[in-house]
């Protein structure tokens, strides 16, 4: 367990273990989401429970809320080998009668004083596991924390060795990870999907960014970078990816949209910006506008790289006739990067 860095697999590696052991008739794992809502369990393995019953559940933590939430409030592990015996949980299993309670096995999985996950075994056969059952079960829980946290570890790793720290976007190592995988995918003939076999990329250079840090300082150049940041994440929403390219140069990853579809979109984004103040917080009301650039594959660039240099070179197209404003790819005249700019992206 603790070798296994991989979430998914790690879960279910617990879990099969409680289960040949133990042999109850509903077990489930519940997490503690670390964000955004701290306080509140969601189930992340289960058998025996209805999926519809908890696709959706969150539970609170907290110690009169429920088996899960009071152990994962106390951090104390809590066994019952007959509901019919204990006035508080025989009560508990009358309120809920859809889980048809005899026992509960309900033990916290904690690193250090955070408690990271609750297990949950309903109606094991308690009589029939040797006394030393629980304490084993509970040797196992402290293992499983420390795989848990070793496998956060490494995905907090893995999160901002991808991401700019500036603005909490995806960065360009990332990018070009995920065209390629995008590519591979609208491009694989051998699969059959109703998905749309397209994507559009979307370049997007801040007008004017310089003058913003000359007149008022990088701290607040950084802060800006960062709001407008929020304001592409919020336009493009979760189908979508976004990344910081490098200085105020920002490149959104639309995925599924043809050319008309992408336009919409980034005309929707150059609106937004426009419409916008920023560092209203720091006492300041900033107005910005962008410059940008819109292909499609495969239509515009049957590449990485040849995608890539056509967003890019229509972004600087867009500067070069005023700024403001979408230049979009028409495939019957390909764009060419300007005489004075060597390409990028070659």
């Known amino acids: 367990?603790?070798?296994?860095?991989?979430?998914?697999?790690?879960?279910?590696?617990?879990?099969?273990?409680?289960?040949?052991?133990?042999k109850p008739e509903q077990w489930s794992l519940l997490m503690v989401d670390e964000e955004p809502?701290?306080?509140?369990?969601?189930?992340?393995?289960?058998?025996?429970?209805?999926e519809e019953d908890i696709r959706d559940v969150r539970l609170p933590v907290g110690e009169g809320e429920g088996v899960a939430g009071h152990v994962a409030a106390t951090g104390?592990?809590?066994?019952?080998?007959?509901?019919?015996?204990?006035?508080?949980?025989?009560?508990?299993?009358?309120?809920?009668?859809?889980?048809?309670?005899?026992?509960?096995i309900c033990l916290p999985i904690r690193h250090g004083?955070?408690?990271?996950?609750?297990?949950?075994?309903?109606?094991?056969?308690?009589?029939?596991l040797p006394d030393s059952s629980i304490s084993f079960?509970?040797?196992?829980?402290?293992?499983?924390?420390?795989?848990?946290?070793?496998?956060?570890?490494?995905?907090l790793?893995?999160?901002?060795?991808?991401?700019?720290?500036?603005?909490?976007?995806?960065?360009?190592?990332?990018?070009?990870d995920m065209l390629e995988a995008e590519?591979?995918?609208?491009?694989?003939?051998?699969?059959?999907?109703?998905q749309p076999r397209h994507f559009s990329l979307l370049f997007l250079d801040l007008d004017h960014f310089k003058s913003i840090n000359d007149t008022h300082g990088h701290q607040v150049g950084s802060r800006l970078l960062a709001e407008v940041a929020g304001v592409i994440k919020r336009v493009l929403g979760p189908q979508h990816s976004a990344f910081r390219y490098g200085g105020d140069e920002f490149v959104a990853l639309l995925r599924g949209l043809d050319t008309p579809a992408a336009t919409l979109l980034a005309e929707e984004l150059r609106r937004e910006l426009n419409e916008n103040a920023f560092l209203t917080a720091m006492d300041l009301?900033?107005?910005?506008?962008?410059?940008?650039?819109?292909?499609?594959?495969?239509?515009?660039?049957?590449?990485?790289?040849?995608?890539?240099r056509c967003a890019d070179a229509l972004m600087y197209r867009a500067k070069a006739e005023g700024r403001n404003r979408l230049a979009v790819a028409d495939p019957r005249t390909p764009p060419t990067l300007p005489i004075h700019k060597t390409s990028r992206h070659s």
């Open 137 to 155: 079960l509970r040797v196992l829980c402290d293992y499983a924390a420390i795989a848990l946290e070793n496998a956060r570890n490494v995905k």
């Open 1 to 22: 367990m603790t070798s296994n860095l991989d979430l998914d697999s790690l879960l279910r590696t617990i879990m099969q273990q409680m289960k040949e052991y133990f």
């Open 157 to 176: 790793i893995h999160d901002l060795s991808i991401t700019d720290d500036c603005t909490g976007l995806f960065n360009a190592r990332c990018l070009y």
């Open 37 to 50: 809502h701290p306080h509140e369990l969601y189930f992340a393995l289960s058998e025996g429970i209805p």
């Open 285 to 308: 009301s900033i107005h910005v506008s962008g410059s940008f650039g819109l292909a499609t594959f495969p239509q515009n660039g049957d590449s990485l790289h040849a995608i890539i």
């Open 113 to 128: 004083d955070r408690t990271l996950a609750v297990l949950q075994l309903h109606n094991s056969k308690l009589d029939r």
């Open 76 to 104: 104390d592990p809590l066994v019952v080998p007959d509901v019919n015996l204990d006035s508080r949980w025989s009560y508990y299993a009358i309120e809920n009668p859809q889980l048809h309670l005899h026992s509960i």
């Open 183 to 194: 590519i591979e995918q609208v491009s694989d003939k051998r699969v059959v999907s109703i």
